[in-house]
Structures are given as structure tokens and as C-alpha cells.
């Protein structure tokens, strides 16, 4: 089976009796050593979560132990716990570097990074395993499927970011259209209340100048009817003057009348 199908993970079978490159603190921390045994046994028959419980009892006998730090991450991998897989990968960073597993620990951290679809870090991992090595083909085989990968999904974001851009001046442009049909239409309304504003002032003039013609054709007594308030007034006052004189004319007749009368009674 191959290995970018995440079926290489490379997990410590013994504990490193062979690397006399640690340090001496290292090499005299065998306390987790039952633990880590019993943890790669239950890996093999495929066990992980009793072999995930012996690999945290080890660490808890000694949290430095190189072995079980980088088993107990093989383990969580298979587990697909891939973040915590790589935080303890991370914690033994320095160790790994001065171990005979160093490339083993790359490839592993690449396997990590696949399952992730951190194609660019499991690029940089697979280039590290390979350049520690070189003859590991599975290496080479994720190398090469590592970074097919990572065009293919830079391809997808540059196909995405120009997709979005074409949305955007989509947008863009469909907001220019409306606002242009918006302002066709406001210049569309206000001619026509332009428009129907000058009807109205047509027909006010119109009716203007019926007005005059009618009042042109009027005959001089309609035209006179038509006066002033002073000018009633006036009028109004004439009439009744004449009227008091009309009415004292009659009183004067009347007192002429009866002292007449009297002046023949007398006799």
C-alpha cells in the first residue's frame, strides 16, 4: 500500500538502545521502557487506544522520553488526531535531530502535514527525509505526491481569487448599470414634471386670456357692475343723500299741508 495513503507511519520499535548519540540524561531515563514495549505491541495488532494509554503512562514516569513522545504521535495519527500528532512530533524536535531516526521523524511530520492537506509543509518534510535519505522511495513517492497536490490547490486559489475578482467587477458593473438606469429614470421623471408643469402653465394662460377676451366682450354696464369697494361705497352714500333729501322734501310738503288745514279751520 502506499505511503501518501497515510499507511507509512513510522513508529520506534525498540527504545534506542542504539542511539548513543542522546545525551546521557536521556539514555539513563529507562523507566517508560515496559510501558513503551507493551504501547508497540498493542500498535501492531492495531490497538491504538490501549497502546495510546501505555504511551501516556511512560510520559508520565519521564515526559522527556524520546520514545514515547514520537510512538505516542504515530499512535494519535492513526487515530486521526493529526493536530495533537504533530504537537508531540513538535515537542521532540531537538531530540530527533540528534537521533539516528531524524529522517524517519520528517517523514512522519510530512504524513502529518498529507493528512492535514498542508501540502506545503508536507512538501518541506518529505524534501528534509529525503535529503537525510535519499534512497527512501516512500519518501519520494509522497515527495512527488506532496507537491502535485500543492499545485493543484494553489491552481484551485488562483482559480478562486479570479473567479472573486470576476465577481466582483460583476458587481461592480451591475451597480454601474443600475445606478445609470436609476438616473435615466430620474431624468426621465423630472422631464415629465417638466413637461406637465409647462401644460399646467399653458393652460393657465389660456384660461389668461379667456378671462380677457371675455371681459373685452362685455358690454359697458357689465363692465360697470364690476367696481371698486370705494367706489361702491360711494355710490352708496349718494343714494342715501338723496334719499334724505327726498325724504325732508316730503316732510316739508306734509308741514305745508296741515298748516293750511289749520289756517281754514280757523275760519
Known sequence: ??????????????????????????????????????????????????????????????????????????????????????????????????????????????DIALAKQDYKGAVDAFEKALLLNPGDMDAKENYVYAKMMLQNQQNQ?????????????????????????????????????QKQNDQNQDQNNNQDQRNDQDRQNQSPQQQDAKISPQAAQQMLQAIQAREKETQDKVNREKAAAMKSRQKEKNW
Open 1 to 110: 500500500m502506499t505511503a501518501y495513503n497515510c499507511e507509512g507511519m513510522r513508529y520506534v520499535k525498540v527504545l534506542f538502545a542504539g542511539i548513543l548519540i542522546l545525551s546521557a540524561q536521556m539514555l539513563s531515563a529507562q523507566t517508560d521502557k515496559s510501558e513503551v514495549r507493551k504501547g508497540n505491541r498493542e500498535y501492531r495488532k492495531g490497538e491504538f487506544k490501549e497502546a495510546e494509554i501505555d504511551y501516556r503512562r511512560a510520559l508520565v514516569k519521564d515526559s522527556l522520553s524520546f520514545a514515547a513522545n514520537y510512538n505516542l504521535a504515530c499512535d494519535l495519527y492513526r487515530q486521526e488526531q493529526y493536530d495533537e500528532a504533530g504537537n508531540y512530533m513538535k515537542k521532540i524536535a531537538d531530540q530527533a535531530a540528534a537521533s539516528a531516526r531524524e529522517s524517519d521523524y520528517y517523514y512522519n511530520l510530512g
Open 157 to 193: 486559489q488562483n482559480q478562486d481569487n479570479q473567479d472573486n475578482q470576476n465577481q466582483d467587477q460583476n458587481q461592480d458593473q451591475d451597480d454601474q448599470n443600475q445606478n445609470q438606469d436609476q438616473k435615466q429614470n430620474d431624468q426621465n421623471q423630472d422631464n415629465q414634471d
